[in-house]
C-alpha cells in the first residue's frame, strides 16, 4: 500500500473510532479523549507533504465530522455499499455503461435502504439501460479502499451480481450514462473504469464457468 493511501487509512480509522466512540454517550473524561482523537485525524487529513498544515481545512473538516455524529447504533460508523451487475446477451457480450465522467462500467450503484442487494442490481440495471435482469449469483465482494485512490469520505464495499437478460429495449439516463452497449471480450471500450480491480476477468470467468465461488479479498 502507498504510504498516501496508507495514511489516508489510518485517518479513516481515526476518524470512525472517534464517531463511533461518542455516539455511544460516553462519559465526560471518554468524550474529551474521542473528541481529541476527532481532531487529531482533522489534523492530518490537513497536513502537506512538507508537515504544515491547513487550519481552515483542519477546522472544517473538525466541524463536519462532529456535527455527522449520531446517537447510539445509528452513528456506527460503516463503510457503504456498492452494487453492480454483469449482464451478457446471447453473443456472450458484455453490457457497459458510459458514464458522464467517460468511463466505460457495468451498471452500479449504492445500495438503498428497503432493497436487497440483489433488488438494487436488478433496479440499477433498470434504471441505467432499461434492461430487465434477475440476479443469479454473487461474484465478487470487493475493498475498494484496498485496491484504488479513495478520498477520506469513500470507503465501501462493492458486490457485483451476475445477471440473468430477460429483456426491454436498450435506453440510457442522460444525468447518468452516455450510452449503453454489449461488447465482446475482445471489443472492450476505453477507457475501462478502474480494470486494476480485476472485475472483467471475474465477470467473463463467471460467465464462461470459470468462476466457481464469489471471489472476495483474502485476509
Not at 460516553?26 to 490537513?46: C, N, T, W
Amino acid at each position: 500500500m502507498a504510504i498516501e493511501n496508507q495514511i489516508d487509512y489510518w485517518v479513516q480509522r481515526l476518524r470512525a473510532i472517534a464517531q463511533i466512540g461518542l455516539a455511544f454517550h460516553p462519559p465526560v473524561y471518554d468524550r474529551e479523549r474521542y473528541e481529541e482523537i476527532l481532531e487529531l485525524a482533522s489534523h492530518m487529513a490537513a497536513t502537506r507533504a512538507d508537515l504544515s498544515r491547513d487550519e481552515i481545512l483542519s477546522d472544517a473538516l473538525y466541524a463536519k465530522w462532529r456535527s455527522e455524529v449520531q446517537s447510539g447504533v445509528p452513528g456506527y460508523v460503516t463503510p457503504k455499499v456498492g452494487v453492480g451487475a454483469a449482464v451478457f446477451n446471447d453473443r456472450d457480450e458484455l453490457l457497459l455503461i458510459e458514464r458522464p465522467s467517460g468511463y466505460w462500467l457495468f451498471p452500479t450503484g449504492w445500495a438503498d435502504v428497503g432493497y436487497t442487494p440483489a433488488q438494487v442490481a436488478a433496479k440499477e440495471v433498470r434504471e441505467e439501460t432499461g434492461l430487465d435482469v434477475t440476479p443469479t449469483r454473487l461474484i465478487a465482494v470487493s475493498d475498494i479502499r484496498k485496491l484504488v485512490d479513495q478520498n477520506l469520505e469513500m470507503h465501501f464495499y462493492s458486490l457485483i451480481f451476475y445477471c440473468r437478460l430477460n429483456g426491454g429495449a436498450l435506453r440510457v439516463r442522460p444525468h447518468e450514462a452516455l450510452q449503453a452497449k454489449f461488447f465482446a471480450r475482445e471489443n472492450l471500450p476505453t477507457p475501462l473504469a478502474h480494470p486494476e480491480l480485476g472485475w472483467v476477468e471475474y465477470v467473463f470467468a463467471a460467465h464462461q464457468g470459470r468462476l466457481r465461488e464469489t471471489h472476495f479479498d483474502a485476509v
